[in-house]
């Protein structure tokens, strides 16, 4: 396909893409022969404001930050300064890994093929762990290009802003992009907005993080994947590297240094993801033709797109898509839970008489222990209630215990539901949350924790000092999830820790066994 036809097409597929998938707002360039040649921008910064997304409105990168820092670290490599296969620990010493002798084993080259051994990253306030032999294979890591940065600042004597500003943007070009907040993004920066279309507002990013804090617009970021496939600023040996698998995944993929890797319908080409929540971004480069192309959406949904608008730049499927795992804006799944996100929505609003937004995130095939662990990362705003048709505790029995407890009342236990119940779950669904709705009402919402015990599957929520319950849940097979995130406009919210007057709200996670799923959402074969 030529040029201009390719770009007739995209002008209308994306907006319809948008539309579809629910997305915000969007910026998208397209590479070739070693420059930008046609970017669009569509869609609004911030729903609340309205102010139109434009070509210079910066974006999160988040994960697009690691390519970006592979790129100048490359350049100390050529330099001398750094090599990639000397253990970090002999450049500077690790005060978060001393207690463990691995973290003597990290190179550079471990960092940035994510083989380092260290986790995506630790829990707040927990030290930091191994969780597999450094080198031993692939895993994914911000903690370990937390290390090698600051390593780079020791080497350098500047700070991750400086050190990108100097080695990577200026070269390339990029005069809006850096790693920390910067007073002229004020009026141009994109508000991240969550599962229910809302605006999360402004977030000021100060400290500088290589793997995640990367600001930088469509374009900007367009001339960074042209400067890769051009192969400047670069030795040609330093961007074969980059670009040479370092670790294996699968069969079509793999990691270079700082970029996945993938061979499919269109050759071989790089990418990367980008996913800060409510801002996604993704990025691809063909080397053997010269494209590519850099995607930055402020909303939830905005990977839901990506693989349609791959296909609709390059006529091709990339496996890359299908590893990352996100759900389509079209998957079935997708539509009932859009349904049952808008039930609930009008039944809450109804009962509360103030505008209510249900936002709703299906988790895919997990077990209860790793569910109820995941509810931890929300340590005070969540609940986990089980729906077990054979064994537990109960949806109707815990949601009742919760009513009650709300309202001051006497703790009453659950049953098992049957497969009857389950299959009516959507009038059951609207008839707890106006029950909830109306507890909540009257309380002007109490604070509800999740806490771990153990491995063990279990949780437990208070109500203050004086109510407490705790339930225990048996089973270890592999569930489906869905997670409700409840969020009002007339409250100070977000969707991590969603509070009214400084107190958090809780959110909902409804658990589904995998074998009857289909039971309760028939239009799933619709």
Same mark, same amino acid.
């Given at each position: 396909m030529d040029f201009?036809?390719?770009?007739?097409?995209?002008?209308?597929?994306?907006?319809?893409?948008?539309?579809?998938?629910?997305?915000?707002?969007?910026?998208?360039?397209?590479?070739?022969?070693?420059?930008?040649?046609?970017?669009?921008?569509?869609?609004?910064? !911030?729903?609340?404001?309205?102010?139109?997304?434009?070509?210079?409105?910066?974006?999160?990168?988040a994960s697009l930050s690691k390519p970006v820092f592979a790129y100048g670290v490359l350049g100390l490599v050529e330099e001398g300064m750094l090599e990639l296969d000397r253990p970090l620990r002999e450049y500077w010493d690790y005060g978060d890994l001393e207690h463990d002798e691995r973290g003597g084993k990290i190179t550079a080259r471990m960092v940035l093929s994510h083989s380092s051994g260290l986790p995506n990253w630790r829990e707040s306030g927990q030290q930091l762990e191994f969780v597999f032999e450094p080198g031993e294979k692939f895993g994914y890591s911000g903690e370990g290009f937390v290390y090698l940065q600051k390593v780079v600042e020791e080497l350098t004597g500047m700070g991750l802003a400086e050190f990108a500003a100097r080695r990577v943007f200026a070269p390339l070009g990029m005069e809006l992009s850096g790693y920390t907040w910067r007073e002229e993004y004020e009026e141009r920066i994109a508000h991240g907005h969550d599962m229910a279309g809302q605006s999360l507002g402004k977030v000021e990013w100060e400290d500088a993080n290589a793997a995640a804090s990367l600001h930088t617009t469509a374009t900007e970021f367009g001339?960074?994947?042209?400067?890769?496939? !051009?192969?400047?600023?670069?030795?040609?040996?330093?961007?074969?590297?980059?670009?040479?698998?370092?670790?294996?995944?699968?069969?079509?993929?793999?990691?270079g240094l700082g970029w996945g890797l993938q061979e499919g319908e269109a050759g071989k080409s790089f990418w990367h993801w980008g996913d800060?929540?409510?801002?996604?971004?993704?990025?691809?480069?063909?080397?053997?033709?010269?494209?590519?192309?850099?995607?930055?959406?402020?909303?939830?949904?905005?990977?839901?797109?990506?693989?349609?608008?791959?296909?609709?730049?390059?006529?091709a499927r990339f496996p890359a898509v299908g590893w990352m795992? *996100?759900?389509? *804006?079209?998957?079935?799944?997708?539509?009932?839970?859009?349904?049952?996100?808008?039930?609930?929505?009008?039944?809450?609003?109804?009962?509360?008489?103030?505008?209510? +937004?249900?936002?709703?995130?299906?988790?895919?095939?997990?077990? *209860?222990? +790793?569910?109820?662990k995941g509810a931890a990362g929300y340590p005070t705003c969540t609940y986990a209630f089980a729906m077990e048709p054979d064994h537990g505790w109960a949806l109707l029995g815990v949601a009742a215990s919760a009513v009650l407890a709300l309202l001051g009342e006497e703790e009453v236990e659950g049953r098992p539901l049957t497969v009857a119940e389950v299959e009516a779950f959507h009038p059951i669904a609207r008839r707890i949350f106006v029950d909830l709705a109306n507890a909540w009402k009257g309380q002007k919402v109490e604070i509800g924790s999740v806490e771990v015990e153990s491995d063990a599957p279990s949780f437990s929520w208070s109500m203050g000092e004086e109510l407490e319950y705790t339930g225990f849940m048996a089973p270890d097979g592999l569930v489906e999830i869905?997670?409700?995130?409840?969020?009002?406009?007339?409250?100070?919210?977000?969707?991590?820790?969603?509070?009214?007057?400084?107190?958090?709200?809780?959110?909902?996670?409804?658990? *589904?066994?995998?074998?009857?799923?289909?039971?309760?959402?028939?239009?799933? +074969?619709?």
């Open positions: 201009e036809a390719r770009i007739s097409r995209l002008k209308k597929v994306v907006p319809e893409l948008m539309e579809k998938g629910a997305v915000t707002g969007l910026s998208l360039c397209f590479v070739q022969k070693g420059q930008v040649v046609w970017s669009l921008a569509s869609g609004v910064q !911030d729903v609340e404001g309205k102010q139109p997304v434009e070509a210079d409105t910066i974006f999160q990168a001339r960074f994947v042209a400067a890769v496939l !051009d192969g400047d600023g670069l030795a040609a040996e330093s961007v074969r590297e980059m670009l040479s698998p370092q670790m294996e995944i699968e069969e079509e993929i793999s990691w800060n929540g409510n801002f996604k971004a993704f990025t691809l480069g063909l080397p053997e033709s010269g494209m590519g192309m850099a995607m930055f959406a402020n909303s939830f949904y905005g990977q839901s797109i990506v693989e349609d608008l791959l296909e609709a730049l390059f006529d795992g *996100y759900e389509r *804006y079209d998957a079935p799944k997708r539509g009932v839970r859009d349904d049952l996100a808008s039930s609930l929505s009008d039944s809450f609003s109804a009962v509360t008489g103030v505008q209510i +937004d249900v936002g709703v995130r299906w988790v895919e095939r997990s077990n *209860y222990a +790793d569910v109820v869905i997670g409700f995130q409840v969020i009002s406009s007339e409250w100070d919210a977000n969707l991590v820790n969603p509070q009214v007057d400084g107190r958090l709200v809780p959110a909902l996670i409804f658990c *589904y066994p995998t074998d009857v799923l289909e039971s309760i959402f028939k239009k799933e +074969d619709e």
